[in-house]
């Protein structure tokens, strides 16, 4: 079993910046993607970004190059840098963890608690 701890949530006014940061723990062997969802009020869970050990991280359109995802795997850790944030960015965001697909990850690994991010226009 994983269990994954964020920080780093928080309110922002529209054009700034949030880190969020989950840690691993428990089972991490089984780990080989990490990654990070948002879901806001009336919407369905969406991926933000993911990240496959040895690849390519991926990035949801809506990014447009605002966010950069990165891995520590010595720490276990996995951080979402978020700049230019908008509005629309406000949601509860949660870290993911699992594999060995991101699909996979999805369905069946495991979720952070959720950290609230807040922008105000």
């Known amino acids: 079993q994983v269990h994954l701890a964020e920080s780093g949530g928080g309110l922002v006014q529209a054009g700034g910046s949030l880190r969020l940061s989950c840690a691993a723990s428990?089972?991490?062997?089984?780990?080989?993607?990490m990654g990070w969802y948002r879901q806001a009020p009336g919407k369905q869970r969406e991926l933000v970004a993911t990240s496959i050990s040895g690849g390519i991280p991926t990035y949801a359109d809506f990014v447009q190059g605002r966010f950069t995802i990165s891995r520590d795997n010595a720490k276990n850790t996995v951080t979402l840098q978020m700049n230019s944030l908008m509005p629309d960015d406000t949601a509860v965001y949660y870290c993911?963890?699992?594999?060995?697909?991101?699909?996979?990850?999805?369905?069946?690994?495991?979720w952070g608690q959720g950290t609230q991010v807040t922008v105000s226009s």
């Open positions: 993911n963890a699992g594999g060995p697909t991101p699909a996979l990850a999805r369905h069946f690994g495991s």
């Open positions: 428990g089972s991490i062997s089984t780990i080989n993607v």
